[in-house]
């Protein structure tokens, strides 16, 4: 599973970084009299109802995927697990106040609240990565302060305290890295989460904006066609599934990995 | 049990405040001015003025904070811009659409998943189990944006089996609601098996083969009636994520509900209707959450003493 899963992800990664160099055709470049044309040999996956080159654009799409699924990761992690580890160590009053942000955020099914968000600031690319990473940091957040709950109890953690270690520098130096193998696992489940809700808001009409090719615009695009020119919708939805399937097929299996106690595969 | 319930309803009354104070903050995120921006840019200052004092934003903050906490005490959510209609009114009227969408798309999940997942748990291992594993990743990884023109592209363009958009009938629910219940059963297919399998290794279910009881009546009547618990919480828990899927579901089948409504409130810029939607699906997911746990500590006692 997780060599599939790295396999599927590999590809995805060098076709974004290689494929567009290499596609002789411009993602933006129109041949009006072709529009909608079935996939040929010289446009295997066929051409868009503006004539472009939809081999070309998945490919460009597939760099905007990568930006965002990394860049929400990220930044949501780094802040998540701040937040998260200052919160389980500190306790107190500054554990209530992050636990209670962190619950209502929680009370969004969260595309709502990204929906929500851009709908009021405006679709754009920008926002879109700023509304993912609202609803990103969150999970972390909660993951980190339960394994920061239980790390602080530790010998280890006690005899540093004691021998009058800084809250800075316990976090940094002993509890932050054992809880960093379970936020790899869930960066890796939040990568293919941020890929979808993207794709999502884009095909709402809400994320990237036409011209620049997103694989959930294509979509959307591709709705007033569904009859006459099935192709586009068919081939930027399989690239946002595969890589989807093989984000999800790395980060189950690293955590069967890491955790051999999860069983959430076999 | 009392003081579990209380202590629940409790700590869900400064969530569904914080709820509403998110909801209600909205309007003040909007870049430049919200009024202006609903209008447009051509809109006269008489216009602008008149929206401004229609909707309250021209008196403080507070105030208009005590005018929305009232309204939605009382269920009043404004008028919406677009039909000028009461916004509660609009959005009760969608309600039954998109509830109908959600307990389909919730039956065709667990009919399913609960098979897959039972299938999967016995026969552990061998190449059904892998089949049935992959086929659930495969299931969440395909978006509902993507599937459900997948769909429509089969059975309504190639096979002419169901009609591509629209409500009405029962062959306008079926590519919904499996578009709709397709992640959620593959979820929930990888919860069942995951639970099935524990409960097998429990010594109730030896004892129940050594009694010499029926493989079938072992899995179905012990083992997975144990189980039932988690998968049961865990088909309320993902109700919140059915109704933001039938954000995307509505929209591609132009079915008549609230998330379309949300939809076409974002795109007229009618931003009490866009509030509204939004504190009404996430209030459902908030009561539907609290009632999973009320049920989950009235099925299993221990859980009221932790």
Known sequence: MLRVGAALVGVALLAALVGPVVTPWDPASQELALRLAAPSLAHPFGLDELGRDILARVLAGARISFLVGLTVVTVSATVGTMLGAIAGYAGGRVDDVISRVIDILLAFPGLLLAIALVAVLGPSLVNVLFALTIIGWVGYARLVRGQVLRAREFEYVQAARALGASMTRILLKHIIPTAIPAVIVQGTLGMAGAIIGEASLSFLGLGVQPPTPSWGTMLNGGRAHILDAPHLTIFPGLAIALLVLGLNFLGDGLRDRIDPRSESGR | ?306
Not at chain 2, 30 to 48: I, K, N, T, Y
Request: aromatic share 6%.
């Open chain 2, 1 to 306: 049990m009392v003081r579990f319930l209380a202590r629940r309803l409790l700590l869900t009354i400064p969530v569904l405040i914080g709820v509403a104070t998110l909801v209600f903050s909205l309007i003040h995120l909007v870049p430049g001015d919200p009024v202006q921006a609903m209008l447009g840019e051509s809109a006269s200052p008489q216009d602008v003025a008149q929206l401004r004092a229609k909707l309250g934003l021209d008196r403080p903050l507070l105030q208009q904070y005590a005018s929305f906490a009232a309204g939605v005490l009382h269920g009043d959510l404004g008028t919406s811009l677009r039909t000028n209609q009461p916004v509660t009114g609009v959005i009760l009227e969608r309600m039954p659409a998109t509830l109908e969408l959600a307990v389909a798309a919730m039956l065709v999940a667990m009919l399913i998943a609960i098979p897959l997942g039972i299938i999967a748990a016995v026969r552990k291992g061998t190449a059904i189990d892998h089949g049935a594993t992959t086929l659930a990743l495969v299931g969440i990884s395909m978006p509902t944006f993507w599937l459900g023109p997948l769909l429509a592209i089969v059975f309504s363009v190639w096979l002419g089996w169901f009609p591509v958009s629209g409500r009405g009938t029962f062959a306008n629910l079926v590519l919904p609601a499996v578009t709709l219940g397709a992640p959620l059963s593959a979820m929930l297919a990888r919860m069942t098996r995951a639970s099935v399998l524990e409960e097998l290794r429990e010594l109730y279910v030896t004892a129940a083969r050594a009694r010499g009881v029926s493989e079938a009546r072992a899995v179905l009547a012990h083992a997975f009636r144990n189980s039932l618990i988690p998968i049961v919480t865990v088909i309320g828990l993902q109700f919140g994520s059915v109704l933001t899927g039938a954000v995307i579901t509505e929209t591609i089948f132009a079915w008549p509900g609230v998330g379309r409504l949300l939809v076409q409130s974002i795109s007229a810029r009618d931003y009490p209707a866009v509030q509204g939607c939004i504190l009404l699906i996430a209030v459902t997911y908030v009561s539907m959450n609290l009632l999973i746990d009320v049920l989950y500590g009235v099925l299993d006692p221990r859980i009221r003493y932790e």
